[in-house]
């Protein structure tokens, strides 16, 4: 294999591999993430590894014109990328690893796969690098951690009127009000009054819950504690809830147990909250598809537009980040855009019918 001349096929890939154990163990471990991103880590790391053998050193030029193309206009990245070019010039070994990296990170971007898949898979990829050199399965700065992820193109994100809201309520209310109902109702109320994920409301437990302050204490991503609030509707829904929680559970009230249950009186999965938003979404005739984090978005949507400041809102919605939180301020422009271009009389018009 090309470059690797001195070595067996398979000693070099071998700290990949051992490093990829080790690896699985601290995601698991210190960084406390939730199952799905360990998940996601775990299947993009092992999707790596089942590239390597495949590996073969190709021009490192063609893959930089690759990013160029798909980088922004940051004087801070250019200089960044232009520090590897020159470093890659003067190091064999480290021009190899990066040469790695890029070969496989093309290797996806001809797999046709979304913006979204690539750049979460080479964030994946960073991570991993940073903590092979971390645990000295590779010398500090062997492998690149300035490789350029996909930019990615935001949707804005969909939300629900307070109607439509109201209608999938009512759609809930219309049938036998049973102990199953009754969460249904709750869980749809307190996803739009508190703005919790829906990872996050399935994770709450009966001693997360403060019933007389209407707060709810929230562990978020990254094991990030924050309080919730809940609207008066959503209170009261949850409290009638809570009076049939003992129907669907055969266990006493100690404090640690799951706030939202099944039908078997088990803990309420992320999957199952998604099935009955659709169901209900569906039965009240709203145009587009309900998912939980529509629900987030409305909720965040709603106070920006009455006025709430966007850090206020961050916090709410437990983002580290405001430009996470930005994206919602879009949502609030793209609608008084489409308000001035339905109201205004000339809104319309060509320019030349608009010449005085």
Do not use: C
């Not at 299947?43 to 014109?65: H, K, R, V």
């Not at 890659?88 to 480290?94: A, D, F, L, P, V």
């Not at 855009?337 to 809104?347: D, G």
């Amino acid at each position: 294999m090309a470059g690797f001349s001195e070595k067996t096929e398979t000693e070099w890939r071998q700290p990949f591999v051992e490093g990829a154990l080790a690896f699985a163990d601290y995601l698991d471990i210190a960084r406390n993430l939730s199952p799905h991103t360990l998940r996601a880590y775990r299947n993009d790391i092992e999707e790596f590894l089942t590239w390597l053998p495949l590996f073969e050193e190709a021009p490192i030029s063609e893959f930089w014109m690759l990013l160029a193309e798909e980088s922004s206009d940051s004087d801070d990245d250019e200089a960044d990328l232009d520090s590897l070019r020159l470093a890659n010039k003067g190091n064999n070994s480290i021009s190899r690893w990066h040469n790695l990296a890029s070969s496989y990170l093309s290797n996806l971007s001809n797999r046709q796969l979304s913006r979204a898949s690539l750049a979460r898979k080479g964030s994946a990829l960073r991570t991993f690098f940073r903590f092979l050199m971390k645990e000295r399965y590779f010398a500090e700065g062997d492998l690149p951690l300035k490789f350029r992820r996909p930019k990615q193109k935001r949707s804005l994100p969909s939300f629900l009127s307070a109607d439509e809201i109201d209608a999938m309520l009512s759609a809930a209310r219309n049938t036998e009000m049973t102990p199953l109902q009754r969460r249904n109702i709750a869980i749809v109320d307190l996803l739009f009054s508190s703005g919790i994920r829906v990872g996050e409301l399935a994770a709450l437990n009966l001693e997360s819950i403060d019933l007389e302050r209407a707060e709810l204490r929230i562990m978020g991503k990254g094991g990030r504690e924050r309080i919730g609030f809940m609207s008066r509707r959503a209170l009261v829904a949850l409290k009638d809830y809570l009076v049939d929680w003992q129907v669907l559970s055969d266990r006493p009230k100690m404090g640690n147990e799951a706030v939202f249950l099944n039908r078997e009186g088990n803990r309420l999965d992320v999957r199952s909250v998604r099935r009955l938003l659709l169901d209900l979404g569906q039965k009240a005739n709203v145009s587009k598809p309900v998912h939980p984090h529509a629900l987030r978005h409305s909720f965040a949507t709603h106070l920006l537009n009455h006025g709430v400041d966007l850090r206020v809102v961050q916090e709410l919605l437990g983002h580290v980040s405001i430009r996470s939180t930005q994206i919602y301020t879009h949502v609030g422009t793209e609608r008084l855009k489409r308000a001035y271009l339905q109201a205004h009389p000339r809104a319309n018009m060509s320019g030349e019918a608009n010449a005085i």
